[in-house]
């Protein structure tokens, strides 16, 4: 693995493969099929980037949104990577430079749709093309069982015959186990090497809330955070305007985003959104799947998402970069009726829908949970954690529970005596004794349950009403009566006790409190000052060349150069993300902003040398030939190699005397003067 690391450093610019990659990235290289399950953010595009540039052949990579692919493709042209991609999006010159590539054999990865795989000219191009991996990203998309079902996925495995059986690698983030063995039917012919990577984003904060004035919520929680990017979950497309104008009015960069804009609008609003610094898109879920901006800061979920999957998949678009973000999911009784809903009235078999509404459940458990929500999410993905994460709003302030039973059975009995045709709000009248015209109206307020749950507030009362409907032990009717569910029979009857979370009935100022605003990533002041001159720098290159911020640094690289300051070079070779292709290009742009002035670059052979292991060596040759410039005694005639020379030989190292001599630009007259030095240099760097 040697060359592959030589490669990720020297392209990519990192020292280290992230958890779980080397492993994926050594099981392709040995030529097996893979299907790999890692968190969002952790790494998975390199995984087969890495590979496509040790193998001979081409990798095509099966994307789903033609954004993605093109930040993609920004990105790996950045770092000095053929790639390309073909879609609907493209100009002709830019299908044309592909084809030419591809004809040429100098193309590495081409991206594609699955859409495009209908067609039969795509297909019969792969195959002259000499194709050696096949790369699937969010293969979940495959699965009847996944989040983000595709049919044009299930072309894939055809794909994979008519390619004479190329080697697989699949990828995704969020699937469970049964999800995974659809993945390995469809798509493998023989059982692939699976990879199960965890799911622990341990950077996200997560944090749930009852709703309460949820506008004014969202608003503050924004406003806490100027210039930061982040992505507003919402449920329908009206909430996506509303909440997109609420936050433009206070002074933030907001756009709505949803499938009811023409696909102009929603292009430009997305190039925004990936290009600048700070914009905040309120969406449906049709927006982030194809995202791939690291520096997302924050998610929120202004409604409850529909799974658990749904859930992980979407606050994962938070901080890819490593940096910390923090997510907020936002909930209440309409959400959860909304969502039982669309699963009872959809279209799916009776077993799919069977499986929808336990995925929704193991959100609804999440969102009440009464210890660390990170253990509780994981433990759905099959891991455990054995201590609290201390990076959630459950292990900031522990969440005190109580025996709710005698609620509860007040609660099952005025829905019993009520007839179960009521909804909440008519409930809690009847429970706390408010004699409305309708309560009198209908002889409520003569029922033994009336008046018999004064020591709740209507607010408090709607917390519990909300975890009993959690806790399954209650359903909605087609009329909107709530009514009582075996599990409830049995809490009324006294052979269950149920446990409620006290903080959820006075959680609004809880969660307030608990709240933190975060500076980017703990920098002082003075570095945060820099990072955003860092920042600005960024923008204004991005600008120059087209592509989003993040494609020239992601923040995580902004943050390391603000906390090191490098001085040269050598010094902004070593910063996190910064592959010799990129230090080429933005090594002196971004420099002259630590410097707060002009920097002298040195020679361009020394400058290609600048973080390899060859940059000290000819620093020690050129002090070494300065000394001997005019002999031992420096009385002799002036003699000294080119920069160039002084490069060969610190990637050459020679061994003797001899080999020193035959570099070009060395002869016997300079072997002569400089060789003992030289051979000493040399040694002293191997040691």
């Known amino acids: 693995m040697r060359e592959t690391k030589e490669l990720l450093k020297s392209v990519f610019g990192f020292d280290a493969f992230r958890p779980g990659q080397e492993e994926i990235v050594a099981a392709i290289l040995a030529g097996r099929d893979v299907l790999a399950i890692m968190p969002t953010g952790g790494g998975k595009s390199l995984c087969f980037q890495l590979p496509a540039l040790r193998h001979n052949g081409l990798t095509v990579v099966i994307s789903p949104l033609i954004a993605l692919m093109r930040d993609q493709v920004s990105g790996l042209r950045e770092a000095g990577v053929e790639a390309g991609a073909l879609n609907s999006a493209n100009d002709p010159w830019e299908t044309e430079r592909v084809f030419e590539a591809l004809e040429a054999g100098k193309l590495r990865l081409l991206y594609m749709a699955p859409e495009r795989l209908a067609s039969k000219a795509s297909v019969d191009l792969l195959r002259r093309s000499g194709v050696t991996l ?14 983000d079902f595709r049919p044009d996925y299930l072309r894939l495995g055809a794909l994979r015959e008519a390619l004479g059986g190329v080697q697989t690698a699949a990828f995704t983030a969020t699937a469970d186990a049964e999800t995974r063995d659809d993945i390995c039917a469809r798509l493998f012919a023989a059982p692939p090497e699976v990879f199960l990577r965890g799911f622990d984003r341990p950077n996200l904060y997560l944090a749930f809330e009852p709703k309460a004035s949820p506008r004014g919520r969202i608003l503050d929680f924004v406003k806490r955070r100027p210039g930061q990017a982040g992505i507003i979950y919402c449920s329908s497309r009206k909430k996506t305007e509303t909440y997109a104008a609420a936050l433009t009015s206070a002074g933030v960069t907001a756009f709505a985003y949803h499938a009811g804009l023409d696909a102009e609008t929603r292009g430009e609003r997305q190039d925004r959104f990936n290009r600048e610094d700070g914009v905040v898109i309120a969406a449906t879920v049709a927006f982030g799947m194809g995202v791939d901006k690291p520096d997302v800061r924050f998610v929120i979920h202004a409604d409850l998402p529909k799974s658990m999957e749904a859930y992980y998949q979407e606050v994962g678009r938070a901080g890819r ?26 279209d799916a078999p009776a077993e799919r829908k069977r499986a929808d509404h336990q995925r929704l459940n193991a959100l609804l458990a999440l969102a009440e949970a009464p210890r660390c929500r990170r253990q509780t999410l994981l433990a759905y993905f099959g891991e455990t954690r054995d201590e609290p994460c201390g990076n959630c709003d459950l292990c900031r302030q522990p969440p005190e529970r109580f025996d709710g039973t005698e609620a509860v059975q007040k609660a099952l009995s005025a829905m019993l005596r009520t007839g179960e045709r009521f909804g909440v ?40 009403f909300r975890q009993m409907y959690s806790l399954c032990l209650t359903s909605v009717g087609e009329m909107g009566g709530w009514q009582m569910t075996p599990a409830g029979r049995r809490v009324l009857r006294g052979e269950d006790t149920v446990m409620l979370r006290k903080d959820a009935l006075s959680r609004r100022s809880r969660s307030r409190k608990a709240e933190r605003t975060r500076a980017a990533a703990g920098l002082g002041p003075s570095d945060e000052e820099l990072f955003e001159a860092l920042r600005a720098r960024r923008t204004e290159l991005a600008q120059a060349r087209g592509v989003p911020a993040y494609v020239i640094f992601p923040d995580a690289t902004l943050i390391d150069i603000a906390q090191r300051k490098p001085q040269s070079l050598d010094d902004f070779a070593e910063c996190h993300g910064v592959g010799a292709k990129k230090l080429e290009s933005f090594g002196r742009a971004f420099l002259e902003i630590v410097a707060a002035g002009p920097v002298a670059l040195p020679h361009p052979a020394r400058r290609k040398l600048a973080g390899a292991p060859g940059a000290r060596l000819f620093d020690a040759l050129a002090e070494a030939q300065t000394g001997l410039a005019h002999g031992d005694f420096g009385t002799g005639r002036y ?44 040694r002293s760097a191997e040691e």
Request: charged share 25%; proline share 3%; aromatic share 6%.
């Open 425 to 464: 709000e008519h409930l809690i009248a009847v429970l706390r004794g408010e004699a409305s015209e309708r309560v009198r109206q209908l002889g409520h307020d003569g029922l033994p349950t009336f008046g018999v749950g004064t020591e709740f507030e209507r607010l408090q009362w709607r917390a519990i």
């Open 639 to 682: 003699l000294a190699c080119t920069p160039a020379t002084l490069a060969k030989i610190a990637q050459a190292r020679p061994r003797d005397l001899a080999g020193l001599e035959r570099i070009a630009g060395m002869g016997a007259l300079k072997a002569e003067r400089f060789g003992e030095a030289f051979l000493t240099c040399i």
């Open 134 to 147: 096949l790369a699937i990203d969010e293969a979940h998309c495959v699965s009847q069982w996944g989040h």
């Open 321 to 346: 970069d490593g940096a910390p973000a923090d997510t907020l999911t936002l909930f209440g009784i309409d959400d959860i009726k909304l969502r039982r809903m669309q699963i009872d009235q959809g």
